[in-house]
């Protein structure tokens, strides 16, 4: 039997989901085990109570989780619905850190968080391709109705944190990171 030929559209999912869900992995490895130059989970749980995200070691467990779990469950193509909506969420409030700053990156704004966000949201929408587990597993996590209940959750709980935020910051000045820290990691 023939294999089926090359598909570009699938072959470029492929391409975009390892590199995207690279990247997230990453970040997420810095913030839990302080891999890659990070600050691993006690300087992630510290940055995060800065932030005004309480309590700190829940938040910096969740947000690296999400991104760690979500990066590479992208890459694999696996639950894409689920592993979309978590990292979806997770730079939502990354993208509240960093919007006082302004949108570019160069001057400490959200423009990279919010692209990570939509980036790991079309890769959802789109589908994880026919080279990923999901295909392989027949999609039976990669449904339409999956999605949705994980963009709503997402949504849902990025609502509550963002929520939880502004409260432990009262009507204080925010600061988009730690003095002197630099640029938090999202």
Known sequence: MPLAP????????LVLRAGAGGVLFAHGAQKLFGWFGGHGLEGTREAMEYMGFTPGRASALASGLAEAGG????????ATPAAGAAVAGTMTG??????PAGFFVTEGGYEYPAFLGFVATCISVA????????HALGHRLNRPWAMAAAFAASTAA?????????????????????????????
């Open 6 to 13: 090359i598909d570009r559209r699938d072959l470029g999912l």
């Open 71 to 78: 990066g590479a469950l992208l890459a694999l193509g696996l």
């Open 94 to 99: 990354a993208v509240s850190v960093h919007a």
């Open 127 to 134: 589908g994880p391709g026919r080279y990923s587990l999901d």
């Open 158 to 186: 990025a609502a509550v944190v963002l929520r939880r935020r502004a409260g432990a910051l009262g009507s204080g000045p925010e600061q988009a990171t730690p003095p002197g820290a630099g640029p938090v990691p999202d």
